[in-house]
């Protein structure tokens, strides 16, 4: 377990209404990703921090955005949510302290599945 | 674009049989993860190549990098049951931005 927190777990809203998803960890890791899981795609990129309120986006952006005050926490909002955003969600965290970014082994959060209807 | 396929994406095979998961990646890339996820569950990091010609292996699977080919495979060797789970290879064209394969769904039957 490396320490990955994220709330809520599950969650049902509707079209229009916005919706934030948190990601907490406690190991202190630099770099933190959230990922959307959906069938015949694997994971993709939604954005990445690699710092306090340093923030990237990836490769499926569109209607999301993010903010990192802190190291622990990342947050994931959609501003309006869509149907199309129904997903399961993932935040990643890498960048263990002293690793130096030798490589990027990346650990992921249990989880959180939306619904949009 | 860069793309990351997996094959087969569907793999249903006996326990005690010997098989193999391919992971073909269209841009240069020295870095290959590999991962597990059960159903319902989280994604559970099992290798990490980091060069050309990198081999790991953990219990009855091994991996390993071929990166002027773009190639890395998963070979299971005398499947149990408890091998079933859906394996995802990524790649890492810049750092910190893994793109993933589609993943392939391993059922070990009895």
């Known amino acids: 377990d490396a320490g990955i927190t994220q709330s809520p777990r599950h969650k049902v809203t509707e079209t229009g209404t916005p919706v934030t998803l948190r990601c907490h960890q406690t190991?202190?890791?630099?770099?933190m990703y959230w990922y959307r899981q959906d069938p015949g795609h694997g994971l993709r990129l939604i954005h990445y921090?690699?710092?306090?309120?340093?923030?990237d986006k990836g490769e499926v952006s569109d209607g999301y955005s993010v903010s990192r005050s802190k190291t622990e926490d990342f947050l994931l909002t959609l501003e309006s949510a869509t149907s199309s955003q129904t997903s399961v969600y993932f935040c990643?965290?890498?960048?263990?302290?002293?690793?130096?970014?030798?490589?990027?082994?990346?650990?992921f959060g249990p989880g959180t599945r939306l619904t949009v209807l | 674009e860069l793309k990351v396929e997996q094959n087969p994406l569907f793999l249903s095979m006996q326990e005690g049989k010997n098989y193999t998961i391919y992971c073909n990646y269209s841009?240069?890339?020295?870095?290959l993860y590999w991962y597990r996820q059960d159903p319902g569950k989280s994604l559970e990091s099992l290798f990490v190549?980091?060069?050309?010609?990198a081999v790991k292996q953990e219990g009855r699977l091994m991996a390993s990098l071929d990166t002027k080919a773009r190639l890395s495979t998963l070979h299971i060797t005398a499947a149990v049951h408890d091998l079933s789970a859906t394996y995802f290879c990524?790649?890492?064209?810049?750092?910190?931005?893994?793109?993933f394969g589609q993943g392939t769904t391993l059922q070990v039957k009895p």
């Open positions: 990643a965290i890498s960048g263990r302290p002293g690793t130096g970014g030798s490589h990027n082994e990346q650990f």
């Open positions: 190991e202190n890791h630099r770099y």
């Open positions: 921090s690699y710092g306090v309120k340093d923030t």
């Open positions: 841009t240069t890339s020295d870095r």
């Open positions: 190549l980091l060069s050309n010609g």
């Open positions: 990524a790649v890492e064209p810049d750092t910190g931005k893994l793109i």
